[in-house]
């Protein structure tokens, strides 16, 4: 039968109305039957009359057009004077087909394929219920609106409340429903798909496992809400098994901060699309899920695309936000609530490229936000025992296809669109990513790199764009992140006072169900005889709630506990318990009641919940912000903590916090400071600075590179560093020689460099302020040179010049000319034959401190300042050390500048380091040899650097 409505004119309007806003979400089949018969009609009639700008189609008889129901129908045309195209439909049966059998309205899907005389012949009946005629434009454009409502409202766009598309909610709530909690077995997906295609979701089965799946994948989630078991994907777009093969339960999140609530009255419940069941319309949420896992959803006209954030750092904006609206309490301003959140944290990991991008999305709701695969470059071993560099990439940006990039790199080097890519492999294992891209042995890692990231996925920008149902879960809305924020709390605060409202009407029913059983137990006797001597059940409890006795007088529901009461229960120990629960009652009550009056309490116990959220499924942050180059606001992201910074001979850096070496007695073998597997980890440089210094790094050929202290990678004790091809673009016959950290870049300071032949020159330290880390040349060498040392001075310092041999001069930094950039400089001292430059070192004009000799076999000594006097630059210099006989091939590892509380730590080639108190190191003359600083283990070869 075709879709037909019955009954007045009045009320087959009303009906029709009904059934529209109905099926508003989502478009039923009648709807688009009633669509397809419009259209089919309107060119039957453009056929019969093409030059009319508008037709009345009159249904009369004609053979070729008999419906099923026999009301028989021409088709004839005529003119009206309206411009606007009209279709009318007129039956010539005045007849009234009747469907009592079925409901009204409804497609019957048992039928057959109705012809287009019965498409007609519907449409005509649906046509007469609206008075005779329907204006075709206004009926597509009506009918188009409610399928735009049912796919924004119904389908694509999550509520901010709970951060749950109404798939996601459904079936979450029907795994709960079959007892899926996280210390159950795990049930097949199918299983679940079929609970939520049968109960509340009427879609396609594809669609609700797809949406099943992302909740269960780590690489998708942060906080994944299913613990799926089997193949769920993968991070190469390997598709999911089948549901058949694939097993799932609820996690701890979704069980404890998503459904805890659900049974007690803090949602509100409608019926599902056959009312048979109840669904929630918004689940009960504790965590700001549209935050912490973000979404992505395509609507008609419009598209959300959140990214996932980090649940510790969403928790502390919560408390933030929730402790400001306090009374008197500072409001949290943008800036403070961007350090709280300064950016996503996506579960891949990865880096994020400033923070520009971040701020425009939180404030605005739309921007992108730069990401950046992590890498290094390695070291390894080829076919033939030879060591070439390579680029290790060991997380993705987030939604990167792996097995896409790797093909488009291939394509890259193909092509010749990246040169210097000698081999790619993929080494990923279940532990995580690792593609390694081999380089050929002339290549530079950091030109190989930065091409990758300009014209591969390796770095990418998540493109933002903050949209979802705000409200009560019907306004589509662009939304920033404070207002995301508060739309959570103010559920939340919602939430909480329905849940106080429905435990306290169950806290008053029980206190009341006690206070009649504490009556019965005063009365023992007579409640028992009044039982006794009634005939029946209903007598006595007529006999318990009798108002003219005193002593009793029960309300209904206090006798229904009375009788149902044993005699075992009528103890005096039971009276103390039911005392105990009336007292707890109270409590209770009191507490319920507090927190349906005090703001104030409600909002103490969202902060207990956010700590104890962060308690129980915080996670460090996995995605970390780099700063983009020349941002300098970013700086503020990192503490300004104290560092040891080591450098080896090798080629690798590492930063360590200062706290990770304690204070050491003078003579003891001090503790591993770096890996000590190979020569090339002999620490060539290691020295203390504030994580916000500029590192102002030379290498031997005399280039400069600019970095930012907390830009180093950190590392642990033994562990070897990063290589630093992968921090700087130094090329590999180049190392390392300097490095000087700068806080600030001023008129007054000079940078001061020297050779180890003896060469010195004096430039302003303003001229290095641009620096980056491409690089720049400082000092022109002559053969067989290298550029050794680095410092800071003024005019009114000293300079000290140190040989290996054991001389050292001192001179005015004033006596030296400043020259310019690239010059080669002036001889700083006279040097023997076979003598080079040990140390350089800046005594500041004021300085009444101590120069400290450490020599190579770890014997040192302080030596009084005053003892080096100050003569003219370019002398042979005094005697500083003088070495033991017993070690004649002993020389002069360093010379520095200290006072008598300062400590100092002492490194070996080895990696043994020893932090000791200077003052724990005696003073002696120039020509002294000096004490045991450290005990060094010379003969395997090693020794103080």
């Not at 009926?139 to 901010?160: K, N, V």
């Amino acid at each position: 039968m075709s879709p037909v409505l019955v009954g007045s004119s009045r009320r087959r309007r009303r009906l029709l109305r009904s059934k529209s806003a109905a099926y508003a979400a989502p478009l039923s089949l009648s709807s688009v039957s009633f669509l397809s018969s419009l259209l089919i009609v309107f060119l039957l009639c453009l056929l019969v009359a093409p030059d009319a700008d508008g037709f009345v189609a009159d249904i009369g008889s004609s053979p070729a057009c008999t419906s099923r129901s026999g009301v028989s129908t021409t088709y004839s045309s005529t003119h009206r004077s309206s411009t606007t195209a009209c279709l009318v439909l007129r039956s010539s049966s005045s007849d009234v087909i009747d469907n009592t059998d079925g409901e009204l309205g409804s497609y019957d899907p048992s039928s057959a394929e109705l012809t287009e005389s019965e498409m007609a012949n519907a449409a005509n009946d649906l046509v007469r219920l609206t008075g005779g005629s329907v204006e075709l434009p206004d009926e597509i454009s009506q009918s188009f609106m409610q399928y735009a409502l049912s796919i924004i409202l119904g389908r694509a766009l999550p509520d901010a409340r709970d951060g749950l598309k109404p798939v996601h909610r459904r079936i979450l709530y029907a795994m709960s429903g079959l007892g899926l909690g996280p210390n159950s077995s795990h049930r097949k997906c199918a299983r679940v798909v079929g609970e939520v295609l049968g109960k509340y979701h009427p879609h396609g089965d594809v669609a609700v496992y797809d949406a099943l799946v992302r909740l269960a994948q780590d690489f998708s989630t942060g906080t994944p809400l299913i613990d799926g078991h089997g193949n769920f994907g993968s991070i190469d777009n390997d598709p999911a098994a089948a549901m058949r093969y694939t097993e799932c339960k609820l996690t701890k999140v979704s069980s404890e901060a998503l459904l805890d609530d659900l049974n007690s009255a803090t949602v509100d419940f409608v019926p599902n699309f056959d009312g048979n069941e109840v669904e929630p319309t918004v689940l009960p949420a504790k965590l700001p899920i549209l935050l912490l896992n973000g979404c992505a959803g395509i609507a008609v006209g419009m598209a959300t695309n959140c990214p996932p954030h980090n649940l510790n750092e969403l928790m502390d904006a919560c408390i933030a936000l929730t402790e400001a609206k306090e009374d008197d309490a500072p409001e949290v301003t943008d800036q403070r609530l961007f350090k709280l959140v300064p950016g996503p944290d996506f579960p891949t990991g990865a880096l994020i490229i400033g923070t520009d991008g971040s701020k425009k999305l939180y404030k605005t709701g739309n921007g992108g936000v730069v990401m950046r695969a992590v890498t290094h470059v390695e070291q390894i071993v080829t076919g033939r025992g030879k060591t070439r560099s390579a680029i290790v990439v060991t997380e993705l940006p987030y939604q990167v296809n792996k097995a896409a990039l790797l093909e488009k790199i291939a394509d890259l080097v193909n092509d010749k669109k990246i040169e210097g890519v000698a081999d790619l492999r993929d080494e990923s294992d279940r532990d995580g990513i690792r593609v390694v891209i081999e380089l050929k042995r002339d290549a530079v890692a950091a030109v190989v790199q930065n091409n990758l990231l300009k014209k591969s996925a390796l770095q990418t920008t998540f493109s933002g764009n903050f949209l979802a149902l705000m409200g009560s879960g019907t306004v589509p809305q662009r939304f920033t992140l404070r207002a995301a924020l508060d739309t959570f709390l103010d559920f939340r605060f919602l939430t909480i006072r329905r849940k106080a409202a429905y435990q306290l009407t169950k806290v008053k029913a029980r206190a009341h169900t006690v206070e009649g059983l504490l009556k019965a137990l005063q009365s023992a006797d007579e409640v028992i005889e009044l039982v006794r001597s009634a005939p029946d059940q209903n007598e006595a409890r007529e006999a318990l709630m009798d108002p003219s006795n005193e002593r009793l007088g029960l309300s209904r529901d206090q006798a229904d506990a009375v009788l149902k009461l044993q005699l075992g229960q009528l103890t005096r120990l039971n009276k103390g318990k039911l005392l105990d629960e009336q007292e707890t009652l109270s409590a209770s009550k009191a507490e319920l009641e507090n927190l349906l009056n005090v703001d104030t309490a409600v909002r103490s116990l969202m902060i207990k919940e956010f700590n104890e959220n962060k308690r129980k499924f915080g996670v460090p942050r996995r995605t970390q912000i780099q700063p983009e180059e020349g941002e300098l606001e970013d700086i503020d992201l990192v503490k300004n903590s104290r560092s040891v910074i080591v450098v080896t001979r090798g080629g690798y850096i590492k930063r360590m916090p200062l706290k990770t070496f304690e204070s050491q007695g003078r003579g003891t073998r001090g503790k591993k400071g770096t890996s000590s597997t190979s020569e090339d980890n002999e620490v060539s440089h290691c020295f203390t600075c504030n994580d916000h210094d500029t590192l102002l790094m030379t290498t031997q050929k005399g280039i400069a590179f600019g970095l930012r202290a907390f830009q180093v990678p950190t590392g642990t004790r033994t562990a070897k560093g990063v290589p630093i091809p992968s921090v700087l673009p130094v090329k590999t016959d180049d190392i390392i020689t300097s490095v000087l950290t700068v806080s600030e870049f001023t008129e007054e300071e000079y940078v001061v460099l020297a050779t180890e032949n003896g060469w010195i020159k004096k430039t302003s330290l303003k001229a290095f302020e641009n620096l980056s880390s491409r690089g720049l040349i400082i000092a022109t060498l002559e053969d067989g040179d290298r550029l050794a040392w680095c410092q800071k001075c003024t005019d009114k310092d000293d300079i000290l010049i140190g040989s290996r041999l054991g001389m050292a001069t001192r001179f005015s930094a004033e006596k030296l000319r400043p020259t310019g950039r690239t010059s080669r400089g002036v001889r700083s001292m006279k040097l023997k034959e076979g003598d080079t430059v040990a140390d350089m070192n800046v005594l500041p004009s004021d300085s009444v401190g101590y120069v400290l000799a450490v020599t190579s076999s770890g014997y040192g000594k302080r030596i009084n300042t005053s003892d080096f006097r100050t003569t003219a630059r370019g002398g042979v210099g005094v005697i500083a050390i003088k070495f033991k006989q017993s070690n004649a091939k002993d020389v002069v590892s360093c010379l520095l500048i200290v006072n008598e509380d300062d400590e100092v730590l002492v490194i070996t080639a080895k990696g043994i380091m020893v932090r000791q108190k200077v003052k724990d190191i005696s003073t002696q003359s120039r020509t002294a040899t000096g004490v045991l600083v450290q005990r060094v283990d010379v003969e395997n070869g090693d020794h103080i650097t």
